[in-house]
């Protein structure tokens, strides 16, 4: 099966910068998506296409993608941004399944 | 605007077939490049994706769970149906379903989710 692996949590302090990891082994030949959720809430896209920010996202979030590892980064956090980051991509060169990452909870210290 | 809510039963007991529906508005159903799909979590678990349905018919489902998994669409009424077989207490979780991306394979409007418990 294919797994996509995220640390299971990322601290970071106010105005500093959080960066979440996605592994796989030919990560850098997907395009990544990434998914913020609250508590109780439905995930939202912040970032689709491995670096592309949907209408209304903070340019404080950004991607990258390369080699074996894909990276959301958030840059200047804020307290609202304490929430779980799914890494997502679709297989499509073998089953076309879509697959998530195991999540990441970011705190805010 | 698009928009995406699902509906079915809070209680399902083990080794009935759950029925989920997604009613969807601010898009049709049968528009070339439109695809609906469903995603669960257990409680405080991962979401784990179930099933896209294409707006050809299309169907993909998750490898794991195909065989209890069928999806189906009501063009008429602006619905993506859902049905699971064989629930467990396993399955207990939230469902969503979320509309994808038009250019690309990332889900950029979710549903609310439904809550979905699987108990005697």
């Known amino acids: 099966s294919y797994v996509l692996t995220q640390p299971p949590s990322v601290s970071v302090a106010p105005g500093q910068t959080a960066r979440i990891s996605c592994g796989e082994d030919?990560?850098?030949?997907?395009?990544v998506h990434w998914y913020q959720q609250k508590p109780g809430q439905a995930p939202v896209l912040v970032v689709y296409?491995?670096?592309v920010r949907p209408s209304g996202i903070p340019e404080r979030f950004s991607g990258s993608n390369s080699g074996t590892t894909a990276t959301l980064t958030i840059s200047r956090v804020e307290a609202g941004d304490e929430a779980d980051y799914y890494c997502q991509v679709w297989n499509g060169y073998t089953d076309h399944v879509y697959v998530f990452g195991i999540g990441t909870k970011v705190t805010v210290l | 605007q698009i928009t995406l809510k699902e509906s079915g039963p809070t209680l399902v007991r083990p080794t009935q077939t759950l029925t989920l529906t997604c009613t969807v508005s601010?898009?049709?159903?049968?528009?070339?490049?439109?695809?609906v799909g469903w995603i669960r979590q257990p409680p405080g678990k991962a979401l784990e994706w179930l099933a896209f349905?294409?707006?050809?018919?299309?169907?993909r489902y998750s490898p794991s769970l195909k065989s209890r998994l069928t999806v189906t669409k009501d063009t008429s009424k602006n619905q993506v149906i859902l049905i699971m077989t064989n629930m467990e207490p396993v399955d207990t979780g939230t469902y969503f379903c979320?509309?994808?991306?038009?250019?690309?394979?990332?889900?950029?409007?979710w549903g609310q989710g439904t809550t979905v418990t699987v108990s005697s």
């Open positions: 296409n491995d670096n």
């Open positions: 601010g898009f049709s159903l049968n528009i070339s490049g439109v695809a």
């Open positions: 030919n990560i850098g030949g997907k395009s």
């Open positions: 979320a509309h994808k991306g038009f250019y690309y394979h990332g889900m950029d409007v």
């Open positions: 349905i294409h707006w050809d018919d299309d169907k």
